[in-house]
T-cell receptor, first 115, second 112 residues
Framework: NAGVTQTPKFQVLKTGQSMTLQCAQD?????MSWYRQDPGMGLRLIHY???????DQGEVPNGYNVSRSTTEDFPLRLLSAAPSQTSVYFC??????????????FGSGTRLTVV | QQQVKQSPQSLIVQKGGISIINCAYE??????FPWYQQFPGKGPALLIA?????SEKKEGRFTISFNKSAKQFSLHIMDSQPGDSATYFC???????????FGQGTELSVKP
């Protein structure tokens, strides 16, 4: 049981390049989300999904796209990377959107640097 | 605009002391308040959580105190240990939904 798996762990991009951060969970969790972590800013919600085929924007969605074609996978796409997107990205999932008491399971993160 | 404000940003405590981290929120629709613990190089993990129908919840050395009228809640770590050194995040969630909103984080260092 791997939990939430994020790939890659590290990535360096040039400004203007695009890439996809992968997130997969094997717990049959309904709810998945992406956060970015920046010093002094905490964890900020980028996009989230309450089930396959359903996605919505969080606090800081600009410059990112998501899709949820299966329950297991929730990739995050950077359309045209900018230095402001240098951050640590975390994928998190939970059993149900309406039962947060069970807590989120976080992946180990992707450290992205845009030069 | 930060919906959940956390302080202090960093905290140094001696072994055996009490660590206190505070959070404040504005949205009265929030009804679930968890704390997450994050070690370097790892993702955050749920530590303890509270709903506003109780004023305090204790799990081992960790206690959440909740003041609904002041819209504030805090984490107390009793008998702090070097192994507690981590970053702590408070968070809040609106009625009946996930979509956790996190505070800015507190980097705790417990000195031996």
């Amino acid at each position: 049981n791997a939990g939430v798996t994020q790939t890659p762990k590290f990535q360096v991009l040039k400004t203007g390049q695009s890439m996809t951060l992968q997130c997969a969970q094997d717990m049959n969790h309904e709810y998945m989300s992406w956060y970015r972590q920046d010093p002094g800013m905490g964890l900020r919600l980028i996009h989230y999904s309450v089930g396959a085929g359903i996605t919505d924007q969080g606090e800081v969605p600009n410059g990112y796209n998501v899709s949820r074609s299966t329950t297991e996978d929730f990739p995050l796409r950077l359309l045209s990377a900018a230095p402001s997107q240098t951050s640590v990205y975390f994928c998190a999932s939970s059993y149900s959107y309406t039962r947060p008491l069970e807590g989120y399971t976080f992946g180990s993160g992707t450290r992205l640097t845009v030069v | 605009q930060q919906q959940v404000k956390q302080s202090p940003q960093s905290l140094i405590v001696q072994k055996g002391g009490i660590s206190i981290i505070n959070c404040a929120y504005e949205n009265t629709a929030f009804d679930y308040f968890p704390w997450y613990q994050q070690f370097p190089g790892k993702g955050p993990a749920l530590l303890i959580a509270i709903r506003p129908d109780v004023s305090e919840k204790k799990e081992g050395r960790f206690t959440i105190s909740f003041n609904k009228s002041a819209k504030q809640f805090s984490l107390h770590i009793m008998d702090s240990q070097p192994g507690d050194s981590a970053t702590y995040f408070c968070a809040a969630s609106p009625n009946q939904g996930g979509k956790l909103i996190f505070g800015q984080g507190t980097e705790l260092s417990v000195k031996p």
